[in-house]
């Protein structure tokens, strides 16, 4: 017999429809929020009950993370967008519920005529009209841009300098001489930082991920049997995602409220180890300003305090950061370093480094990775992995 | 739908903001710019302002959300100097970096609106500045921005 632990133990409670026709002129949008808000409403709950949020993936149909913001849902922890059609969602959502990675999933679905789809549909300029969603305006605030908006409000409201964030970028590109599969394997000092092209104040060039190619991939299969196969084991300890309600970048709340900090709370509950267990720390920095949010939004230090924090963990003799003396940050060399790998770097870095494989830049005895993926909107991301 | 309060037709939008991702819940806040208003969606039934426009309200769930005028006064809350990004009819990186401001609107504590910042040098503004609505022409339609105003009253900000 098949391996089935979920069986029986994950219920749908409640469910709500627009019904459905081929003449109405109403948005994706706001067909899917009011299908969400009577399902949460079938089911006797508010929007503070519901953590998940699965998108079916039709291609109209808004991303999870902007019908929970719609929805006015916070410290949502769940929110993948799947492949059509409904049961990759169903099954997401199961799993999601069962694991712990949410404890109330709403599950959409919201279909929408395109133009191609029908003469009706091609006859309506809305639809003729669709796009991504994604102005071309210089003045846009959204996307990548935003870190640079929301690092001038850092630097406005904690009275700091572009050297906090630059000290980042020279611990990445000193971690990045000792990983052979690093883009950039040469150091920097701070002056060379400080006098790189500006792209957008406050950030230069050197404040942003190496545009780069290539790929990783990973196998995952059950404790049980990984101890049969030749690695050590590398147990993945716990995770989480989140997201805090804002619908663009530019109205969110404040440095102080956002998904970070829904993901280290929920990290934090969810694990038996943390800051004091951890040998090796993989922030993201795609850009400068996401490290500093996350060594202060997972405690190492307070709000503003994370320039500070870099100088007093600093290693002169290697011209980068060590944890009380023992920790590294990123010790390959991070987006900045290795590369813009999307996140998947961190995570290789953390196996590697807990098989005990990472040669000259092995943390001696590394039995605790805390990986934190992603940024400050949409794609926080945590994850602990430990040795037996 | 909310009621028209212009004679511009949803077609004349579209046309006059041809780039601008636009649908049935963002296009009143577009017929407004073509009348030079600024109208951002507020919830009928608890007062709630959001930004940008979404069907219904995010704190009480009500569909009834009207397109209402703002002030056009707050402060500089988000502020970056673009020197190399999107190209728009005048705006021109060769001549210097291009401003990039969200204001925070005195109508809501984290009610923000997003433009550029005109007549003032760029490297003279800062966060917490205040600022007015102003009304430039883009492509042949108008395009609403801010300029630098002391007089809007320091009291009536929010976040600066």
Request: with cysteine.
């Amino acid at each position: 017999m098949a391996r089935n632990p979920i069986k029986d133990q994950v219920a749908i409670v409640g469910i709500g429809s627009t019904g459905f026709d081929r003449h109405g002129r109403r948005t994706p949008a706001s067909l899917a929020t009011e299908a969400a808000a009577s399902a949460i409403r079938d089911a006797g709950l508010t929007a503070k009950d519901i953590d998940g949020v699965v998108s079916t993936g039709e291609p109209a149909a808004p991303a999870p993370q902007q019908l929970a913001a719609m929805l006015g849902l916070s410290d949502v922890t769940h929110y993948p967008k799947t492949t059509p059609v409904v049961m990759f969602a169903l099954i997401d959502a199961m799993n999601a519920v069962f694991s712990g990675s949410a404890d109330t999933v709403l599950l959409y679905n919201s279909v929408y005529r395109l133009p191609w789809n029908s003469r009706g549909a091609a006859a309506d300029p809305f639809r003729r009209h669709y796009t991504t969603g994604v102005s071309a305006s210089p003045e846009s605030m959204s996307n990548a841009v935003a870190y640079t908006g929301w690092a001038s409000r850092y630097l406005h409201e904690y009275g700091r300098t572009r050297e906090d964030l630059g000290l980042v970028t020279v611990n990445a590109r000193s971690n990045g001489t000792r990983n052979p599969l690093a883009t950039l394997r040469d150091p920097i000092t701070m002056d060379e930082y400080l006098s790189a092209r500006m792209i957008r104040e406050p950030f230069g060039m050197l404040d942003m991920d190496i545009p780069t190619d290539g790929a990783d991939a990973f196998i995952l299969t059950t404790a049980e049997r990984a101890r049969d196969l030749p690695h050590p084991s590398v147990l993945l300890h716990a995770s989480s995602t989140g997201t805090a309600a804002c619908l663009a970048e530019d109205q969110l709340i404040d440095l102080q409220h956002h998904g970070q900090h829904v993901v280290a709370k929920n990290l934090r509950d969810k694990s038996d180890l943390w800051l004091e267990d951890t040998d090796v720390f993989l922030p993201y920095d795609g850009f400068t300003i996401i490290t500093l949010g996350w060594i202060e939004n997972l405690g190492w230090c307070g709000p503003g305090e994370a320039g500070d924090f870099l100088r007093e963990h600093w290693d002169k003799d290697t011209d980068r950061v060590l944890i009380n003396g023992r920790v590294p940050l990123n010790p390959h060399g991070g987006a900045l370093a290795e590369g813009a790998t999307r996140g998947s770097g961190y995570v290789r870095e953390a196996v590697t480094q807990l098989r005990g494989d990472a040669a000259d830049r092995q943390v001696e005895g590394a039995r605790t990775a805390l990986v934190a993926s992603g940024g400050f909107f949409f794609n926080p991301q945590g994850l602990i992995l430990r040795t037996e | 739908m909310p009621e028209r309060t212009t004679q511009f037709t949803d077609t004349d939008v579209l046309e006059r903001y041809p780039s601008t991702p636009i649908d049935l819940d963002s296009i009143e806040l577009y017929r407004g710019w073509l009348e030079e208003r600024l109208l951002l969606s507020r919830c009928a039934e608890c007062g709630h302002w959001h930004h940008p426009p979404a069907p219904l309200c995010p704190k009480c769930w009500s569909f009834d959300v009207v397109p209402t005028e703002v002030s056009g006064q707050g402060t500089i809350h988000l502020l970056i100097l673009v020197h190399q990004g999107a190209p728009a009819p005048g705006v021109d990186y060769t001549e210097g970096p291009h401003p990039v401001a969200t204001v925070e609107l005195v109508e809501q504590v984290g009610l923000r609106f997003t433009s550029t910042v005109i007549g003032c040098p760029p490297e003279d503004l800062r966060i917490g500045q205040s600022v007015s609505l102003a009304w430039v022409d883009r492509g042949g339609a108008p395009y609403p921005v801010f300029h630098l105003d002391p007089s809007v009253e320091a009291g009536a900000v929010h976040g600066s």
